[in-house]
């Protein structure tokens, strides 16, 4: 069973950085596919980082590209999402997600477990 926890999230100043993580204390996290998504007051809950299991492979919203990096440790059963140049845009409740298969990473219904969500504000 999948159970992802995401930390991290806060109030940091435009410009600044932040690094978000996400745990989970299931027994197959290597297995999965891991991404995060975001959403903002009264809009779409939205792509912005995947990392497959199988090599690392990544993809960035092209918003957040050159800015957001997302790694992973199996070891320690954690994905992270390093933010940099953050910009009040960038504001929203963010999420990571697992995805077991692996067809459609960008996509909400591509995934089936998600966190509870940690707040990221950049105040404009």
């Known amino acids: 069973q999948v159970q992802l926890v995401e930390s991290g999230g806060g109030l940091v100043q435009s410009g600044g950085s932040l690094e978000l993580s996400c745990a989970d204390s299931g027994p197959s996290f290597a297995s999965y596919n891991m991404g995060w998504f975001r959403q903002a007051p009264g809009k779409e809950r939205e792509f912005v980082a995947a990392?497959?299991?199988?090599?690392?492979?990544?993809y960035y919203a092209d918003s957040v590209k050159g800015r957001f990096t997302i790694s992973r440790v199996n070891a320690k059963n954690t994905v992270y999402l390093q933010m940099s140049s953050l910009k009040p845009e960038d504001t929203g409740v963010y999420y990571c997600?697992?995805?077991?298969?692996?067809?459609?990473?960008?996509?909400?219904?591509?995934?089936?477990?998600w966190g509870q969500g940690t707040q990221v504000t950049v105040p404009s």
């Open positions: 997600a697992a995805a077991l298969l692996g067809y459609n990473l960008r996509d909400v219904g591509g995934y089936e477990y």
């Open positions: 990392i497959t299991w199988k090599d690392d492979t990544t």
